[in-house]
């Protein structure tokens, strides 16, 4: 702390530990662990690819750039979205809109929004 301020990293959005298992963490690309990583992605696959049938990939450069809110029970992620900052995500009427997407949940008890 500095002069009664916090010093706040704009990469870590926030934490919060709901008291029963649950916990909701938001932070930028730059900080995820190549282990949470690699969950986001696995279930992305399993999200859009096999489970529905798509053919896309679910992966792309924009990652780089973005930041991502997951739920994880017990340690364990079972939930997550994108969420691409508005500088690059989409400008309607002179506006730029942050745009949540490429969301994925295994635990029927969670929400994303």
């Given at each position: 702390m500095e002069s009664g301020k916090l010093k706040l990293n704009p990469k870590q959005v926030g934490f919060h530990d709901y008291g029963n298992g649950y916990t909701k963490t938001c932070v930028h690309y730059?900080?995820?662990?190549?282990?949470?990583y690699h969950t986001?992605?696995?279930?992305?696959?399993?999200?859009?690819?096999?489970?529905?049938?798509?053919i896309m990939n679910p992966i792309d450069?924009?990652?780089?750039d973005c930041y991502f809110l997951w739920i994880k029970k017990?340690?364990?992620?079972?939930?997550?979205?994108r969420v691409v900052p508005p500088h690059?995500?989409?400008t309607y009427?002179?506006?730029?809109?942050?745009?949540?997407?490429?969301?994925?949940i295994t635990d029927s008890y969670v929400s994303l929004f």
């Open positions: 730059d900080l995820v662990s190549k282990e949470d986001i992605c696995l279930e992305r696959v399993n999200a859009f690819v096999v489970e529905n049938k798509r450069e924009l990652d780089k017990s340690g364990k992620m079972v939930a997550c979205v690059l995500a989409y009427k002179d506006r730029q809109y942050t745009i949540w997407d490429k969301g994925w």
